[in-house]
C-alpha cells in the first residue's frame, strides 16, 4: 500500500517556537507538495519540490521554509510560529502530472 | 497566478437528489483532477481527466471536462449519506496542482 506518513497527527506548539513538520513517502516520487487547509479557504499551497534539493514557493510562503535532503522526505519549518499559522497542514506527493498522495494530515495549534 | 474558482461553497441536499459542483480555471488546463475529503481525513483522488471534452463515470459519479480545458463538473445521482465531505477540483496548467477551494456536501437522510 502506497502511502505519505506525516510525523505528527496534533501538535501544540508556543508562539516563537521554530516547528518542524516532516513528511516522507514510499512511492519514489519527484514532487512534493505542502498545503494548509482553513475553513472556506480550501487548499492553499505553501511550497513544492520536484526534485532533492530543490524547492519552489507557493501561494502563501511566507513565514515557512522548508527542505529536501532526500527525495522521500519533505520538511517543513515554521521559522517562529505565530498564532496565524494554527491549521491543517497536509503533505502529498505525485509523479509526473499524476495523481497526488496525500497524508494524514497534522493539525497545528499555535498557542 | 493560474486560479482555480469552485462553486457552490456548500451544498445540503436530501437522500436520493442529485448533487453538481463546478470548476473554473483562468487558464488553460493540461489535466483536471478530482478527489473527495471525508469529514476528518485526507483528500483522495476519485479521477484525472485529459482530454477536451472527456466525460467518465464512476457508478453513480459523472465527471466532465469542458472543450476549453478551463472548466469542469462533477455530478452525483441519487446521492447517499456515503457522498458526505468535501469535493475538490485541482487543475494542472503550467503551475504545480492548484486546488479550488471545494464544495462541501452534507447529505440530509
Keep these: 500500500d502506497v502511502k505519505v506518513t506525516q510525523s505528527s497527527r496534533y501538535l501544540v506548539k508556543r508562539t516563537g517556537e521554530k516547528v518542524f513538520l516532516e513528511c516522507v513517502q514510499d512511492m519514489d516520487h519527484e514532487n512534493m507538495f505542502w498545503y494548509r487547509q482553513d475553513p472556506g479557504l480550501g487548499l492553499r499551497l505553501i511550497y513544492f519540490s520536484y526534485d532533492v534539493k530543490m524547492k519552489e514557493k507557493g501561494d502563501i510562503p511566507e513565514g515557512y521554509s522548508v527542505s529536501r535532503e532526500k527525495k522521500e522526505r519533505f520538511s517543513l519549518i515554521l521559522e517562529s510560529a505565530s498564532t496565524n499559522q494554527t491549521s491543517m497542514y497536509l503533505c502529498a506527493s505525485s509523479s509526473g502530472g499524476r495523481k497526488a498522495f496525500f497524508g494524514q494530515g497534522t493539525r497545528l495549534t499555535v498557542v | ?109
Design chain 2, 1 to 109: 497566478g493560474q486560479q482555480v474558482m469552485q462553486i457552490p461553497q456548500y451544498q445540503h441536499v436530501q437522500e436520493g437528489e442529485d448533487f453538481t459542483t463546478y470548476c473554473n480555471s483562468s487558464t488553460t488546463l493540461s489535466n483536471i483532477q478530482w478527489y473527495k475529503q471525508r469529514p476528518g481525513g485526507h483528500p483522495v483522488f476519485l479521477i484525472q481527466l485529459v482530454k477536451s471534452g472527456e466525460v467518465k463515470k464512476q457508478k453513480r459519479l459523472t465527471f466532465q471536462f469542458g472543450e476549453a480545458k478551463k472548466n469542469s463538473s462533477l455530478h452525483i445521482t441519487a446521492t447517499q449519506t456515503t457522498d458526505v465531505g468535501t469535493y475538490f477540483c485541482a487543475g494542472l496548467g503550467n503551475t504545480p496542482l492548484v486546488f479550488g477551494k471545494g464544495t462541501r456536501l452534507s447529505v440530509i437522510a
